[in-house]
């Protein structure tokens, strides 16, 4: 099956700082998501984006679908950024999601 | 806004009773998912469910069964819940066609079986 790959695994920022987090797959794909799951462990979607740039707030994505890779970009962290950051791809008819393993964000004062 | 809900948010069970989670969507999605999510396993497919009375198996079904008899609902069946069945579930919908495959979560069940 597809394998999805995310880095950093783990990324401790000051509060106001820039981050990358990447996420690399290893075939086509007609679904790409970024989450964020919050301490409650509901997953918030952040991007629906299997090609091309979005911008909302902060949070910004792109997708290089010909090169297997996607980037979501934080600006200005925040505390409240903090959780984990899930990149998932889909593939066939229904779309299935497969995860990468996350990208655990710590934003302190 | 998509709304997809569960019905418990914490669940507590005893070994070898027979669970149901329950599953409802209010957007007329065709698809309907089934996750479980482990620490450093992260989130698998159970089943999912194309249509009314479809479903297919996705990664992990074994010990797990499930029911769509109405668009709107999908329910995930343990027949005989067991220890290793202790995880946070979480249920997703999203339309079939057109390019529109983002999926939508709900806020999950934490079962703990006993």
């Known amino acids: 099956g597809i394998q999805v790959e995310q880095s950093p695994p783990d990324l401790i920022l000051q509060e106001g700082a820039n981050s990358t987090l990447r996420c690399n797959f290893s075939?086509?794909?007609?679904?790409l998501q970024w989450f964020h799951q919050n301490p409650w462990g509901q997953l918030i979607n952040l991007f629906y984006i299997p090609s091309g740039t979005k911008q909302n707030g902060r949070l910004s994505a792109t997708t290089v679908a010909t090169e297997r890779y996607s980037l979501l970009y934080i600006s200005s962290s925040q505390t409240t950024d903090s959780g984990v950051y899930f990149c998932a791809v889909g593939t066939g008819t229904a779309s299935k999601l497969t995860f990468g393993t996350g990208t655990r964000l710590q934003v302190t004062l | 806004d998509v709304k997809v809900t569960q019905s418990s948010r914490y669940l507590v069970k005893r070994t070898g009773e027979k669970v149901f989670l329950e599953c409802v969507q209010d957007m007329d999605h065709e698809n309907m998912f089934w996750y479980r999510q482990d620490p450093g396993l992260g989130l698998r497919l159970i089943y999912f469910?194309?249509?009314?009375?479809?479903?297919e198996k996705g990664d992990i079904p074994e010990g797990y069964s499930v029911s769509r008899e109405k668009k709107e609902r999908f329910s995930l069946i343990l027949e005989s819940a067991s220890t290793n069945q202790t995880s946070m579930y979480l249920c997703a919908s999203s339309f079939q066609a057109g390019g529109r495959y983002e999926q939508f979560f709900g806020p999950g069940t934490r079962l703990t079986v006993l």
């Open positions: 075939d086509s794909v007609n679904n």
């Open positions: 469910s194309y249509d009314v009375k479809m479903k």
